[in-house]
């Protein structure tokens, strides 16, 4: 049998071409987690907005770069990148009870998630994005996150 569902969202299915790595659910679980770890004041959890920045972010250099001229205040604004990876990958971690989300929406990391945190630390894995997320800090803020939402308000101009 090729799919096992696991819920009504969750399927697994054989492909015939490889993965490539950043869109490879492992990937994007230990990257999800990453950042709710080091991007988070006092580990308060993070917004889904914030997740796919910093993501999208982490993805490709200059989109870092960007990142991080705009919470430096060197930029007014960037471009910001939804990916549905990023949504099935905060599924997978809450099935996988490694992540939770906060009755304010946002996502927290769980014992088992900071545990997994631990273990990326110790490793010579990630190493980029480790490095990436220590320069970010926690410098993409709910105000410069609501600064960008405002951005996308569309104004009627008449013609």
Aim: charge should be positive; aromatic fraction near 8%; include cysteine.
């Amino acid at each position: 049998m090729d799919n096992y569902l696991l819920t009504d969202e969750i399927v697994f299915q054989s492909k015939p071409d490889a993965v490539p790595y950043n869109y490879r659910i492992s990937y994007k679980i230990a990257q999800v987690c990453m950042i709710i770890f080091k991007s988070s004041k006092g580990r308060a959890g993070c917004s889904l907005i914030k997740l796919h920045i910093i993501s999208n972010a982490l993805n490709k250099k200059e989109y870092m770069i960007d990142l991080l001229d705009y919470v430096n205040n060197r930029i007014d604004y960037i471009v910001v990148r939804f990916d549905p990876v990023v949504n099935r990958a905060i599924k997978y971690a809450i099935a996988d009870e490694l992540v939770i989300q906060q009755k304010k929406g946002t996502f927290k990391l769980t014992e088992k998630g900071e545990k997994l945190v631990d273990m990326v630390e110790k490793e010579n894995i990630l190493v980029r994005e480790r490095s990436s997320l220590n320069k970010l800090g926690t410098k993409l803020t709910n105000a410069k996150i609501n600064q960008l939402r405002s951005l996308w308000r569309c104004k009627n101009v008449e013609n």
